[in-house]
Structure formats: structure tokens, C-alpha cells
């Protein structure tokens, strides 16, 4: 039986990230991921003869959805596969399962030390021997008492010893992260898992670089979005539409400004061809962060046309 046989699927997210896929690269992304949660560390071979026997897919299934999947959602590592935030979530779950294991095994045997010292007992039922037996219950009552003074401490140095096994600790909050959560309205309460850790701050912090805003503007933005949803949301990710929406209506601002200033000469429109250039070097660039709505249907067929891009660029970023 694997470490832990239940894994954690959050159905909106998975829903959202794989929309494009038809349902035989959904049943083999799904197949992946069972695999790779039963598999040490959440991670299984680099190897194709090896995982078209475990995934049961013939040659013409491999080419024509297994690569595409495996292309597009998983990360290799010294010759291994594996799918980055479902292994996040399987060392978060694990170090919780080895945590209340350790905590549990240490709450034992302070357990049992205690009631050592709670079951030792000299009475007799002897006549002859009460005053023996009230001497010797008196003595037993304060050897108890002396031992279990310390009792609490122990429990409380093993209790916290616990709580700092690796990976159980709070990362440093960072501080962008932190207005953001505020803006968001989730500062005062339980904040959901998609706000927490360092893939938050980084997907917030993307924000800045796709769309051209700055901290300030982006906390702005995600404070006006609250006044369209009742609900603050799940995760960062649910406001990729409205910034790349904010960016797109900065950018716009500042050309219509710089068109009726008078002191600095208005830049030159750009061009269609430029358009497309800039947006087929940031499909390319995949070390920069692209919601899959920046493409539209009709931007997407003319960078085809242009053969600036090429299919799988598009598949790579989600955009089919």
C-alpha cells in the first residue's frame, strides 16, 4: 500500500488548467499523476519504454497524447518526471503524516514514565501493618508528586520538538504577498492554501513583469476587483484576467497621453507586424509568466499564419 492513499485533487483548478485537453490527454495526465503519488517522492522514471507499460499505452497513444502531456505539465530532474505542485502538496501532506507519527511515539513514552511512578503502590491488607501502610502511602504520594512536577515541561519541550520537524514551519511572510492578502480582504481570517508560500508570491509578483504594473497599482487593482465579487478568491491565479486586463488598460492610457502631449512628439503607432513580433517572442519566452486569455483566437491564427510560433509553443503555454 502506498505512504498515503489519498491524494488531494482541487477540482477548479485542475478544471481550469486542463479545459484544452481532450479526454484521452486528460485520462493519461490523470493516470500520471495516480502514478506518480504512489511512486518515492512523488516522482517516477524518465524512461518511455517504462512508463508506456505502466501507463498500458501502446506507441501511436504515446506520440500522440502521452508526450504532449508530459511536455506540457511535468518537470524532468536528474531522470526523473514529475508534476511540481502535486509533489509540493505530497511533501507538505507527508511531513504532517511523519509529524503526528513522531508526536504520537513521544507522547507514549511520556505517557508511560508517568503512570510508572502512578502505579507503584506498597498497601497491604495486613491488620498489623496500618501504620506501615499509611507511611508508605504518604511517602508514595510525595514521591509522585515530585516526579510528575515535571511532567508538563517534558510534554511541552516534546510537543513543540513536534512542531518544528521540517516543513511544518510558516515560510517568512513576504511582504508584497501580505498587501495583496490584505487588499484581497483575507488579512483577518483563515487564509485559503492558494494564498500561502512562496508560489503565491511569485505568482503575484508576475503580475508586475507580464502586465507593466507596479506594487502599488497591482494592490489597487486587486482591491477595486472586490467591488465586483462578493467573495474574495481562492488563489492569485482567479485575478490573471483582471491584471492582464489592468495592464492592457495602462499601456492603452499611456499612449492616448502621449499622443496629446505637445512637448514630446507622439511615438509612431505600432505596426501589425510588430504586434505580432512582440507577442510571438513572449510565447517563446517561457521564463515569463502568460495567462492563456493574453491570446486570442484571431492573434492566435495570425502568428500560425505568420509561422511565427509554432502549435506546440501554443500548447506549451495552455493556448490551443
Known sequence: ???????????????????????????????????????????????????????????????????????EFFSRQSGKIFQKRQREEYMHVSAMVDARKASGSKGGRAK???????????????????????????????????????????TQKEEEGAREISGLKEEPPDPFLNRVVEAVGLADSSLPRF???QSAADHVKAWITAHGLTEDEVVAEVA???????????????????????????QSAGTIKATKTTDTPAKAPVSPEDRLQFFAKW??????????????????????????????????????
Open 283 to 320: 510565447v517563446k519566452d517561457t521564463s515569463q509568466y502568460m495567462a492563456p486569455s493574453t491570446i486570442s483566437n484571431t492573434l492566435r491564427d495570425a502568428l500560425l499564419s505568420q509561422k511565427m510560433v509554432t502549435v506546440e509553443d501554443l500548447r506549451v503555454r495552455g493556448i490551443r
Open 224 to 250: 477595486k476587483s472586490r467591488t465586483k465579487n462578493a467573495d474574495p478568491p481562492d488563489g492569485p491565479k482567479a485575478l490573471d484576467r483582471w491584471m492582464a486586463q489592468a495592464g492592457a488598460a495602462k
Open 1 to 71: 500500500m502506498t505512504k498515503l492513499p489519498s491524494m488531494p485533487l482541487y477540482v477548479d483548478d485542475y478544471e481550469a488548467d486542463t479545459a484544452h485537453l481532450t479526454p484521452e490527454e486528460d485520462g493519461i495526465y490523470n493516470r500520471l499523476m495516480r502514478l506518480c503519488w504512489r511512486s518515492p517522492n512523488c516522482m517516477v522514471p524518465d524512461d518511455q519504454t517504462w512508463l508506456m507499460r505502466k501507463l498500458r499505452v501502446g506507441q501511436e497513444c504515446w506520440d500522440r497524447s502521452c508526450v504532449a502531456v508530459i511536455e
Open 195 to 197: 494564498w500561502i508560500g
Open 112 to 154: 508511560s514514565r508517568k503512570s510508572k511512578y502512578l502505579d507503584a503502590s506498597n498497601t497491604t491488607y495486613l491488620p498489623e501493618a496500618n501504620d506501615k501502610q499509611t507511611n508508605a502511602f504518604a511517602l508514595a504520594t510525595t514521591t509522585t508528586t515530585t516526579t510528575t512536577s515535571s511532567y508538563p515541561s517534558d
